[in-house]
């Protein structure tokens, strides 16, 4: 399967932990986005890289959260001491950049759900 | 700025029924827009997309939607509905790097 991966698929961790996500686009995209969605919502914009540059940031991502592409390949989400108001699905998606401010289409991963009680 | 509003939480239709699911948008330029669709336990996937070539899009699985610019519409339509059709649709406008997506709307289909 070429397509976009997460992992985990489920985390449940305890308030105040620490969790870490990851995600694999597809191999040629140099494009990545990550989104939360909570329920009954649709995908809000937390940041995108394209290469290993983390070139936006919603005023979403809290200082707790931080969000690295290394080697513009992979990328992790970090969330330290997490709150419970951080349960939601954590969506990866991938594109590649097109020309001039044209966007091409995201694939999507399946999503990471993180459970904070 | 851009911004999705999708007119309908919950659509229930019955199956062999047209399905129409309303959305409005506004950006600032020109838009690109999309209908996304997400069954339970699976990723978001594409339905169709408008980047201003025809304003009649066709997607897969027999959708379509109308890029109507004085209305500031893109409904999405499909004749007749699937069982397999229910799921959640989202219509989403790009914004400058990012999509900005609505809030979904629910599509019930009975049998």
């Known amino acids: 399967d070429t397509g976009v991966s997460q992992d985990p698929r489920h985390k449940i961790t305890k308030r105040g932990q620490n969790v870490t996500f990851r995600c694999d686009p597809i191999s040629e995209h140099n494009r990545l986005y990550w989104y939360r969605q909570t329920l009954g919502q649709g995908p809000e914009f937390l940041t995108y890289f394209q290469n290993e540059a983390q070139l936006e940031k919603s005023r979403l991502l809290s200082d707790r959260f931080s969000a690295e592409r290394p080697k513009g390949s992979f990328s992790t989400l970090e969330i330290q001491r997490t709150e419970q108001g951080d349960s939601a699905m954590y969506l990866c998606a991938s594109s590649l950049a097109a020309g001039g401010t044209g966007l091409n289409e995201q694939f999507f991963g399946p999503g990471t759900r993180l459970t904070v009680l | 700025a851009q911004s999705v509003t999708q007119l309908d939480s919950h659509v229930s239709v019955s199956e062999g029924t047209p399905v129409l699911l309303r959305c409005n948008y506004s950006s600032s330029y020109s838009p690109s827009l999309f209908w996304y669709v997400q069954h339970p336990n699976k990723g978001l996937q594409l339905l169709l997309k408008?980047?201003?070539?025809?304003?009649l899009v066709k997607g897969i699985n027999g959708f379509e939607a109308e890029f109507k610019k004085s209305e500031t519409s893109f409904h999405l339509t499909k004749p007749s509905a699937h069982m397999s059709d229910a799921a959640e649709y989202f219509c989403v406008v790009t914004g400058r790097r990012a999509l900005t997506f609505g809030s979904g709307t629910r599509l019930q289909v009975q049998p």
């Open positions: 408008y980047t201003s070539a025809a304003t």
